[in-house]
Structure formats: C-alpha cells, structure tokens
C-alpha cells in the first residue's frame, strides 16, 4: 500500500459545480496534512493547510479525518481557472522533515 | 524577492556525463530540499538540509551528491547520469524545517529543470 493514495482523475466537472476528492495515507502518527495545487508543467503551490478541526478559505473546505486516515478537499462553485492537480501530502513516518506526496488528483473544470 | 529559483529549465546529457543542478533561495529559508517528479508518482525526496553545513538524504539519494555551503544556494550533482534518471527535479525551500505547533512551514517550489538522459 502506498503511504500516500489518491485517485489520479481525471473529474471532469461543470463551471460552477462541487467537486471533492480524498487522499488516504498509512501513517497513523502522521500531525502534518496538506493540499498542494500544480498547474500544468509548473511547481507546486501551497492551497491550504489541513487542521483537525477542520478549515476553510474562501470555496476550498479541508477537513480531516483520522480514524479513517483520510483527508478532504471541497471546492464549490468550481472555475476555470480551478483546473489543475491537486497533490496531497503529509509528513513521513521516520523523520519530521520528510513529506510524502500523493502522485495527485487532475481537474478539469469545462464551461 | 525571487523566491527559489533554479538553472537550468531544460537539460539533455548522455549516459555517463555528470552535472550539477542549481538552486538559489533569497528568502533566508533555513530548509532547502530536491525533489525528482515522475508521470504517475509523487514528488520523492531526493535531499535536503536543515541549514548550512547540513545535508541529509532523503527517499531517493543514490546518484545524487549535495551540498550546503551557503544559506542561500543548494545544488545537486549527478555523478554519472542514467536514463532512470530522467525526471523533473523542483528544489524547494521554507523558513524553518522543524514541526512547529504540529505543521511543517509552507514550502516555497522553484520552476522545476526538465533532464532527459539518452
């Protein structure tokens, strides 16, 4: 199993729809949770921080769920300009400096 | 600020031949990292350092060589390049590389160098 799991894509998705995907990950330890956001042939970029409450920044919504192992992302009111990937990543099991990245979920918003 | 940048953006080296990949951040980010990205996979830590003077390997180091003699700058050699190491690398850097209040500091990516190997 991979430490990091997402579903590659692509969603297809409507210009003004709700779109959500999952990231599970295997490291039960695990206090750091992220979604990043690469357009294509760029770098990554940070969207937002995942806090166990719960947090939410405008039409993105993370959550977290640690029983299950899994973290969220929402975006309503999809655009356009929402098409991209979007990287999971949580920090690694043996060491607080290392990040394991999911290979990431691609969105393609149509119009 | 530049943020992180990195040279070059585009590389094809043969089997064999070495060079190194640059890094520069002017942030005074004390974590600076490589990571080498792959259709399919996600980002693999390659190396990565906590301050001057100070390099740890990270997921994927055989190959690779780096080192640390400035805050600002962290380039990564390949001693004999290999097809398998055909990739994009994206050198990232933060402000501190310790947990703080249970996160990681934001990670700030360079363009990324696109290196084929024949």
């Known amino acids: 199993r991979k430490e990091v799991e997402q579903d590659p894509g692509p969603f297809n998705v409507p210009e003004g729809a709700t779109v959500a995907f999952n990231c599970t990950y295997s490291?039960?330890?695990?206090?750091?949770f992220f979604w990043y956001r690469q357009d294509c042939r760029k770098e990554p970029k940070l969207l937002m921080s995942v806090y166990s409450s719960g947090n939410e920044d405008g039409r993105f919504t993370a959550q977290l769920n640690r029983a299950s192992q899994y973290i969220s992302l929402l975006i309503r009111d999809s655009k356009l300009s929402d098409s991209a990937t979007y990287l999971c990543?949580?920090?690694?099991?043996?060491?607080?400096?290392?990040?394991?990245w999911g290979a990431g979920t691609k969105l393609i918003i149509k119009p | 600020n530049a943020g992180v940048t990195q040279t070059p953006k585009f590389q094809v080296l043969k089997t064999g031949q070495s060079m190194t990949l640059q890094c520069a951040q002017d942030m005074n980010h004390e974590y600076m990292s490589w990571y080498r990205q792959d259709p399919g996979m996600g980002l693999r830590l390659i190396h990565y350092s906590v301050g001057a003077g100070i390099t740890d390997q990270g997921e994927v180091p055989n190959g690779y060589n780096v080192s640390r003699s400035t805050t600002e700058d962290f380039p990564l050699r390949l001693l004999s390049a290999a097809p398998s190491q055909t990739s994009v690398y994206f050198c990232a850097s933060s402000k501190t590389p310790r947990l703080a209040g249970g996160t990681l500091n934001t990670q700030y990516f360079g363009p990324g160098t696109r290196l084929t190997v024949l």
């Open positions: 990543v949580v920090n690694g099991k043996d060491s607080n400096y290392q990040l394991i």
């Open positions: 490291n039960s330890a695990s206090q750091s």
